[in-house]
C-alpha cells in the first residue's frame, strides 16, 4: 500500500471497468484495498458522524480528489460509486472498532474513562470519545426501547385479566389503570377486539 501512496506526482494506475462500471482486472483489487485504507484512515474518512450522508462536502471531495490522483479511472467508475463503497467500508470499520475495544470493555462493566483511554492506534482521541458516546447513546436508546414494549406487555396482559371481569369493574379499570399514552401506542386493532376505545 505504501507503494501507491507513494507513487510520484502525475504517475497513476489505470483501472480497468466492465460495462457497468465495476472496476476489474488485477488493479482493481489495487483500489479496493486502497478504498478500504481511506475509510479506516480517521484523518482522511471522520469517524465522528453517526451516518455516511452526513459528511461534509469538503471530505467527499478530498476523499475523490485522492483517489484520481492515485488512479486512473477512465471516467468509467463513477465517484458516487466510490464513495458508496468508502461509506460502506468506514460502516464497517465503525463496526469492528466498537466490537474490539468497545463492547467487550462495556460488558466486562469498565468505566467510561477506562474505555476513553482504550483508543484505537489510528482513530484521533475526540473522534473515539465521539464513538464511544454514541455507542453509550444507542445502549440507552435499546434500554428504552425495551422497557416500553414491557410496558406494552404488560398492559395488554392487563386488558386481557380486565376483560373477563364484570363490566363496571372492567370500565373503572379502564380509566384508572391504563395510561391512555401507552394505550394509544397499542395496535387498534387488538384494541377494538378487546373493546377498549383508543
Not at 489505470?14 to 488485477?26: D, S
Not at 395488554?156 to 369493574?169: A, E, G, N
Amino acid at each position: 500500500m505504501k507503494d501507491i501512496w507513494n507513487l510520484q506526482p502525475r504517475t497513476r494506475i489505470i483501472v480497468e471497468a466492465n460495462q457497468y462500471g465495476q472496476p476489474i482486472g488485477k488493479e482493481s483489487s489495487k483500489l479496493a484495498e486502497f478504498l478500504s485504507t481511506i475509510a479506516r484512515t480517521s484523518s482522511i474518512c471522520p469517524l465522528n458522524t453517526k451516518h455516511w450522508k452526513h459528511l461534509s462536502k469538503y471530505v467527499l471531495e478530498n476523499i475523490l480528489r485522492i483517489v484520481h490522483e492515485k488512479f486512473d479511472l477512465q471516467g468509467k467508475v463513477k465517484d458516487s460509486d466510490i464513495l458508496s463503497h468508502v461509506g460502506k467500508l468506514r460502516k464497517e470499520f465503525k463496526s469492528t472498532l466498537k466490537t474490539r475495544y468497545y463492547k467487550e470493555m462495556v460488558q466486562e462493566g469498565r468505566p467510561i474513562e477506562e474505555i476513553y483511554e482504550n483508543n484505537p492506534p489510528s482513530v484521533h482521541d475526540d473522534q473515539w470519545k465521539w464513538l464511544v458516546s454514541d455507542g453509550e447513546h444507542h445502549k440507552l436508546w435499546h434500554i428504552q426501547k425495551r422497557r416500553k414494549n414491557l410496558e406494552q406487555r404488560c398492559v395488554m396482559h392487563i386488558l386481557l385479566v380486565v376483560q373477563d371481569m364484570q363490566p363496571s369493574m372492567h370500565s373503572f379499570l379502564r380509566r384508572k389503570a391504563v395510561n391512555p399514552r401507552v394505550l394509544s401506542s397499542l395496535d387498534f386493532n387488538i384494541c377494538a377486539k378487546m373493546g377498549v376505545a383508543n
